[in-house]
């Protein structure tokens, strides 16, 4: 017997039904996978300052 799952991947429209936590192309699903890209950049690192000395 073929499983509900099995026919909802063949007759639905591509990437429809993958959508959330286990999809990595969203915002959701890169920080549910822990990994970074072009929906969840990293974040810049703030430079650090040298005091100026004073004459």
Known sequence: M???YF???IFAPPFTWLMGK???RTEKGK???GSYGNARPR???KKKTVPRATA
């Open 22 to 24: 286990g999809d990595r």
């Open 43 to 45: 974040r810049k690192k």
């Open 31 to 33: 920080r549910w996978n």
């Open 7 to 9: 026919l909802r991947i």
């Open 2 to 4: 073929i499983s509900f």
